[in-house]
């Protein structure tokens, strides 16, 4: 059903003070498109009938990247099932999934039907969840935009995603704190969780592996193939377990750590400055690789003091205060 | 969710099955009910007792991971069946008619539609 | 050691546009030529990275004259696993970026101008040059 103002040709979306109106009066109009939501992140969300099919935002993982990186499903699975449903659109009509992608997994074996719906509506759950996380945006409405790579249709009533989303910011404040902030943190695990007698579930004993000190809990789900929500939830089981070490927040930016630079009291002499220059011709007793011969740097390169994941059990803890598992 | 649907109405027409939920063993997310599901409580209840229950059970040393739940009262039992899978795992949870059929029974018979669930 | 850089507040630069942009995993500042100049990373080997972010920025330069479209502003590598985006610091020097499959774009867009503009700043060049 389109929508159209009285005076004009063109469609026109309804007016709606934020994105949960306006998904509340496309549901009523029975909308088919998309919303595209910017913000820190965005997102964008994906109607049919004006129920919710798919939600795509880097706040958390879409149903592709859960079912790929749990190794769920194989990428050549995956790549075998985009072309049989490429090859099925240029044919009939769209079948119970989005671009019959999630047919053609099921058809050829890779999954089971109910499950993939499953992993579907976790996945649009999970992406609403991030999207609240986001502060308010400005929105633009498509109609009939091209669907999602892979969707759950019927879709989801938004009723029922703002409930579940509401229950879960509640439930997620009162075990651990404000979620924007949980799922920004970046974690590691705590000294006494790196004990290999620890029992544990092998879920926490994944999280801790892949809790590498950079990672926040959106990067951990993204690296596990596990939703926001879930592992904010799995993380502040393990937190109330003192399993965790959160990482305090970098402080505000806009003020780079630079003194004042003293302007030099002649030309700079030429072959020095604050980039590495090749000496061409000349070649160190290492061997240094590439063209031109080994770097005379201005500086010594700048790397970052966290190790590499590999060496992490080697790193002595250099923290002053351990941080207490304070919800 | 169209074969989500199907999967829990043959649950339901188990024997003695009298009320049924599919849920998310991590979220608690409900994905599907049906019947006399209200004896369940929420899909988030299930979830964080499920998850009290097996972190405790690790705890004290139990070996391997939590299989079942059960809960019985006066006129029924409560089944809630862990169901792995490569991802988190889901929760079948059945409410069964005490009268109707045995535990031993209704055990064997979530287990093998749990596997139907996967299939 | 010129006095006029500090490789701390390079690195911490890059740790702030990781903050700013969700998905961003690692990242690296090398000279034109492929030096590594500083980075922010944990498991790619920075000074390959250097080399080939180099390279790409190159390869993408001498693509875009040949076309004739103008000033090249930035390579986006898009993988199944993630991907790999290099900006130009002014001539001298680029910055390549390692995000996963869910790397904020609009967000690296939005923020890396301010970013370029202050590590550009970092390592002397003038702003008309960035």
């Known amino acids: ?327 | 969710m169209r074969a989500l649907e199907a999967s829990l109405s043959d649950v339901l027409g188990s024997p003695g099955v009298v009320g049924a939920a599919l849920v998310d063993a991590v979220t608690g997310l409900g994905y599907r009910s049906a019947g006399e599901h209200r004896l369940l409580g929420t899909g988030a209840e299930l979830a964080e007792l499920t998850n009290l229950i097996g972190d405790r059970l690790h705890e004290a040393g139990a070996e391997g991971e939590l299989e079942s739940l059960v809960v019985t009262s006066t006129r029924h039992h409560q089944v809630v069946r862990v169901v792995p899978r490569q991802g988190d795992p889901l929760l079948l949870a059945t409410v069964l008619d005490r009268e109707r059929t045995n535990l031993a029974l209704a055990l064997r018979q979530t287990a093998d539609r749990a596997g139907d669930l996967l299939a | 050691m010129s006095s006029q850089t500090s490789p701390a507040a390079l690195v911490d630069e890059l740790k702030s546009l990781r903050d700013r942009v969700m998905g961003i995993s690692e990242s690296v500042i090398s000279t034109a030529d492929g030096l590594l100049v500083a980075a922010d990373t944990a498991a790619v080997h920075p000074e390959s990275a250097a080399a080939l972010s180099a390279a790409m920025l190159g390869l993408g330069r001498r693509t875009a004259a040949e076309f004739g479209l103008g000033g090249l502003r930035d390579v986006v590598t898009r993988c199944n696993g993630g991907y790999v985006v290099v900006l130009s610091i002014g001539e001298q020097a680029l910055l390549m970026i390692l995000g996963d499959e869910g790397l904020d774009i609009a967000g690296l867009h939005r923020e890396s101008p301010a970013s370029v503009r202050r590590l550009g700043g970092l390592l002397g060049m003038a702003p008309a040059a960035l």
């Not at chain 1, 993380?235 to 965790?244: E, G, K, T, V």
């Open chain 1, 1 to 327: 059903m389109t929508l159209r103002s009285h005076d004009s040709a063109r469609p026109v979306p309804p007016a709606a003070r934020n994105v949960p109106a306006l998904l509340l009066a496309l549901r009523r109009a029975g909308f088919t498109g998309s919303v595209t939501v910017s913000s820190a992140p965005g997102g964008t969300i994906h109607l049919e009938q004006g129920l919710v099919t798919a939600i795509e935002t880097p706040g958390a993982p879409t149903a592709e990247t859960l079912l790929l990186k749990s190794r769920r499903v194989g990428e050549a699975d995956w790549a075998a099932a985009e072309t049989a449903a490429a090859a099925a659109r240029a044919g009939d009509a769209p079948g119970p999934w989005g671009g019959g992608l999630g047919a053609a997994l099921v058809a050829q074996g890779s999954i089971g039907a109910t499950e993939l719906e499953t992993v579907c509506a976790a996945a649009v759950f999970d992406g609403a969840f991030a999207l609240v996380l986001s502060p308010p945006g400005s929105w633009q409405v498509a109609e009939a935009a091209a669907p999602a790579g892979i969707a759950l249709r019927p879709g989801i009533e938004p009723q029922r995603l703002f409930e579940e989303t509401a229950q879960r910011v509640a439930l997620l404040t009162r075990l651990w704190g404000p979620p924007g902030e949980l799922a920004r943190t970046r974690i590691r695990p705590a000294a006494q969780a790196e004990s290999r007698a620890l029992r544990i579930p092998d879920r926490y004993r994944e999280i801790l592996i892949a809790a590498t000190g950079r990672r926040t809990a959106r990067d951990i789900g993204f690296a596990l193939g596990r939703g926001l929500f879930a592992v904010l939830l799995d993380l502040a089981r393990m937190d109330a377990r003192h399993l965790l070490h959160r990482e305090p927040a970098r402080p505000a930016t806009g003020v780079p750590g630079v003194a004042p630079r003293t302007p030099p009291s002649g030309p700079p002499p030429a072959g020095t400055g604050p980039l590495p220059r090749r000496t061409p011709g000349v070649r160190g007793p290492g061997g240094q690789s590439g063209p031109g011969g080994p770097a005379r740097p201005g500086g010594p390169a700048a790397v970052s003091d966290e190790p590499p994941n590999g060496h992490r059990a080697e790193r002595t803890e250099t923290t002053e205060n351990t941080e207490k598992s304070a919800p």
